[in-house]
């Protein structure tokens, strides 16, 4: 029998023990399933993701953005561009736009307060998703308007972040999400399963993080290795253990708000089905524009590269619907308990 108090209570080696293992897999599904229903209700928010940039400073061993890749061509939008997508994203009826990019400091701090602002009078939600900046921009950005922040810890192992992020901590990673926290966001944290190296019991770690730091928005995918970083040869995150992992997630944390991401999509084609059925209740359909759209190439097998621009909306929505859920309206943000019916 699953033990649902050692889980929310990250039971470390109660945790690691059933990682390791697919044996409780069905009741931790289960589980996962009836807490979704219960603490965030049938509806599946969308987020519309403008990856805006694939510009990228940082050298993370994992990412095909990684600013020693010269295999990429390399785009930026123009803060018109940005603009006019979240526009369009708006009229579609979608309540978030979710910006995303490389570490790029071409985009100052004015420049990113300039696109916040005008996003903000089309009374959606932001979501930024841009990297590690300073504390002075996280502040000057949040009063602007941006309501959230998506910054995966990667991995809660400090031995495996310093190996996979040369120069970097995790303890600076997570001083930032922090910040972030502190500052009034909604706050995203996350992180990769299948990394070289990384055992259950880091990924029982990452359980206890998103825990600790109370995360109100949780992005886990399968690591898939890129033929242009150094981990070329890695082998990548598997389907199941993901699946386990986010359906973890949502027994620590029950009211978060959890993507079925794209990463997991991208391993096998009903892999954001499967994670809406095991505690998901998030999808971020892609509304890059053409021609950036391909170039935004973190790992290979990305899909949605070469749909229309906006088909991806009519996609998730019946993606939505196929598994028995609704779309939802509204802001979709993060639930207070005491906004809990059951
Ligand atoms: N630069 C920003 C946002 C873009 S990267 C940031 O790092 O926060 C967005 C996410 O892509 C990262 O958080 C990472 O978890 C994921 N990612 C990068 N490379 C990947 C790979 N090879 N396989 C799976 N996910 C990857
Ligand atoms: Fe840059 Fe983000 Fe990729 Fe790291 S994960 S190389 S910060 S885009």
Request: charged share 25%; net charge negative.
């Amino acid at each position: 029998m699953l033990d649902v108090k050692k889980i929310q209570n990250v039971d470390l080696d109660y945790l690691t023990h059933i990682i390791s293992t697919d044996e409780y897999d069905e009741e931790i599904f289960r589980t996962a399933d009836e807490i979704r229903r219960k603490y965030v209700g049938d509806e599946v928010y969308l987020r519309a993701i403008i990856e805006f940039s694939n510009y990228c400073s940082q050298h993370c061993l994992y990412c095909g953005l990684r600013a020693e890749n010269k295999n990429l061509t390399r785009y930026r939008m123009s803060v018109e561009e940005i603009v006019a997508r979240a526009k369009l994203i708006a009229q579609m009826g979608i309540k978030t736009v979710v910006l995303q990019s490389g570490e790029d400091p071409y985009y100052t701090t004015e420049m990113m307060c300039d696109i916040i602002k005008q996003i903000k009078e089309l009374d959606v939600a932001i979501t930024l998703s841009i990297g590690e900046r300073t504390f002075e921009e996280y502040r000057i950005w949040k009063e602007l308007g941006a309501d959230r922040y998506l910054m995966r810890h990667e991995t809660a192992s400090p031995e495996l972040y310093a190996k996979l992020h040369p120069g970097d901590t995790f303890e600076n990673r997570k001083a930032h999400l922090y910040e972030i926290k502190r500052l009034g966001y909604e706050t995203g944290a996350g992180f990769m399963v299948g990394l070289p190296g990384q055992t259950p019991y880091d990924l029982a770690l990452d359980l206890a993080f998103l825990k600790e730091i109370d995360a109100d928005m949780i992005g886990i995918g399968p690591y898939i290795p890129n033929p242009d970083t150094p981990l070329k040869d890695a082998n990548g995150g598997d389907l199941k253990t993901t699946l386990r992992m986010v359906a973890l997630a949502r027994i620590v944390v029950p009211t978060a708000n959890i993507p079925a991401t794209t990463a997991l999509g991208s391993i096998n084609p009903y892999g954001r089905q499967y994670g809406l059925k095991y505690g998901a209740n998030v999808i971020m359909p892609n509304l890059t524009p053409n021609p950036y759209r391909p170039n935004y190439s973190l790992y290979p097998g990305k899909i949605c590269l070469f749909e229309k621009d906006t088909a991806c909306v009519e996609c998730t929505k019946a993606m939505i619907k196929s598994v028995g859920l609704t779309v939802g309206e509204g802001f979709g943000s993060r639930k207070r308990i005491d906004e809990i019916f059951v």
